[in-house]
């Protein structure tokens, strides 16, 4: 055979070993690191682990706590009150002046960071059940123990609630946070009746039972109910001002106002002379039918020409809040509040705030919040909730995962991009053939070995994958 023909068949050319698909397709975007590395390197800037670390742990939690702050800022809460004219009205918006107080830390940043409580008239605690239980509100004076099934619908819909309403939907939010004040059920008539008890009311008589959506109408005709009374209710639609007014025009006989004493609007209506108030004669066994009323004793004096006992029915006024709100918000809402209820209530008769302690939930129908039960025992939440630590904890466990899944991965493809470099060097070089170039072959080999050498010393593969190299290298040599 021709020496000539013999020395082309001298260099085999031996089938290279592909990568797995997972590792080619991870090719394109390694070649666009590197190249952004060799780029950097030029201005001095080196792309290491700790810039993964850096971005990983400080600067991402860095920019969502900075997008918090952002959003806490522009953030606003509504706080339900009452009808205009109401105790629950006067309180509210007390309560959301104190509230609203810079704290110190927003003194010092001339930054509003926690959220503006919005106070908001309403038709009454029905209406303001509707909207905490559906999350529109966060905030609400409410009478407490009114069953949830009677917050049907919004007697008065308030068009700023209304635009979400269909993102909405009815669950069981009602929390209590601090009890306020007995309301008792005014029932005021006009004098000239001549009538002491609500027992005297007659169908043909113009009654103002309240507004839809109030708690006034809704006791009202329980209690005309439960006395045999039949009434049809006049003027619903009107607000606690307006039906004032109509009783002062004469348009109405006898109108029901469940408030606090010395209201505004029962000062209107006191003051002139001319209206008495009724007794519920029942009111004593009333607590069994509905356990939210409780007899109360309006004393005499109280108000302008009626010198005797009132016996009635009340209702205990609350602060409520959506269970939206977190334990630490509505802790931050008592404790705040606390401290300034004496100027708060200082004109509100029959307060009941000043008695609470650890068992205030002894005296309440609806469960207590979990922030408010923190601060009636005294026991303040941490600096970051269970649910920001859970969310802290499972960030960090993620980050765990995804830096030991990239690095098993980021290993096991170096591995394969230095075993198929020694398999293109034995197939180029003619390791494998007749008259192999060793001397070009070991030339080769020094530039793979070395990236491998600066690897194992950075640990970017492990010694058993240095040995492995190796020992495919010898295989091979």
């Known amino acids: 055979m021709d020496m000539r023909e013999e020395g082309k068949r001298r260099v085999p050319v031996t089938q290279l070993s592909r990568m797995p698909r997972r590792y080619q397709a991870f090719r394109p975007v390694d070649r666009v690191c590197r190249k952004i590395k060799q780029r950097l390197a030029r201005y001095h800037l080196r ?5 993964g670390y850096l971005v990983l742990l400080v600067i991402l939690p860095l920019v969502f706590l900075v997008s918090l702050l952002i959003d806490r800022t522009h ?10 004219g109401s105790s629950r009205d006067t309180v509210g918006l007390l309560m959301a002046d104190v509230l609203n107080q810079p704290t110190p830390l927003e003194q010092f940043l001339h930054l509003n960071i926690v959220p503006d409580y919005v106070p908001q ?10 909207y905490l239980n559906r999350g529109l509100a966060q905030l609400a004076l409410v009478h407490d123990g009114l069953p949830l099934s009677a917050a049907s619908a919004p007697g008065c819909p308030l068009p700023l609630m209304e635009s979400h309403s269909k993102e909405t939907h009815l669950e069981m939010r009602v929390r209590a946070v601090l009890p306020l004040f007995i309301a008792p059920l005014h029932i005021v008539a006009r004098r000239d009746m001549k009538i002491r008890d609500l027992t005297d009311l007659r169908p ?53 106002f469940l408030t606090g004493l010395n209201a505004q609007v029962l000062q209107r209506l006191m003051e002139t002379g001319r209206f008495t108030l009724l007794s519920v004669g029942q009111a004593s066994g009333l607590h069994t039918h509905f356990p939210y009323l409780h007899m109360v004793t309006i004393p005499g004096g109280t108000y302008e020409g009626v010198p005797r006992e009132i016996v009635t029915v009340g209702a205990t006024t609350i602060l409520a809040a959506s269970t939206a709100l977190s334990e630490a918000e509505v802790y931050k809402v008592a404790n705040t509040l606390s401290h300034h209820l004496h100027n708060i209530m200082r004109d509100v008769p029959m307060n009941v705030a000043k008695t609470i302690d650890a068992g205030a939930s002894k005296d309440l129908y609806y469960p207590l919040h979990d922030g408010a039960i923190r601060f009636f025992d005294h026991n303040p939440p941490l600096m970051f909730d269970a649910s920001i630590l859970a969310g802290i904890g499972t960030y960090l466990s993620l980050l765990y995962a995804a830096y030991g899944a990239s690095s098993q991965f980021l290993r096991k493809y170096r591995m394969q991009r230095v075993l198929q470099a020694v398999d293109r060097a034995v197939s180029f070089h003619g390791v494998a053939g007749r008259m192999p ?23 970017r593969i492990s010694y058993e994958d240095f040995l492995r190299i190796t020992e495919y290298v010898k295989g091979h040599s």
């Open 437 to 459: 170039n060793q001397l070009r072959y070991q030339l080769h080999l020094r530039h793979v070995l070395r990236p491998v050498l600066q690897s194992l010393r950075h640990h």
């Open 204 to 256: 043909s008589m113009k009654i103002y039972l309240g507004s839809a959506g109030g708690t006034s109408a809704y006791v009202a005709q329980r209690l005309l109910a439960q006395s045999g009374i039949d009434i049809v209710p006049q003027q619903a639609q009107l607000t606690y001002d307006q039906g004032v007014q109509q009783l002062l025009d004469g348009r109405l006989d006898v109108g029901f």
């Open 121 to 130: 008239a309403s038709c009454g605690s029905l209406d303001n059940l509707y």
């Open 75 to 84: 953030m606003n809460y509504h706080l339900l009150t009452g009808p205009k």
């Open 47 to 51: 792309i290491t682990a700790g810039w």
